[in-house]
């Protein structure tokens, strides 16, 4: 549960990523983002050179 999270904690999650098999090939940006469990309504992330401000692009990957 995130309210048991401390100030500059790694929380470390891990996750399987399915994808299309007619997924184009390419470069595709990853994000994650949080939610409101209750209303569901997305939560705003703070970060340096933020794109967005409800998600965190943590990094890419390839498609061949």
Request: proline share 6%; no cysteine; net charge negative.
């Amino acid at each position: 549960p995130t309210d048991r999270w401390h100030t500059d904690e790694i929380v470390q999650y891990q996750l399987t990523l399915v994808l299309p098999s007619d997924l184009v090939a390419g470069k595709y940006d990853v994000a994650v983002g949080m939610y409101n469990w209750i209303s569901s309504e997305r939560l705003p992330v703070v970060q340096t050179h933020g794109r967005e401000p409800d998600r965190a692009f943590v990094g890419s990957m390839v498609v061949k």
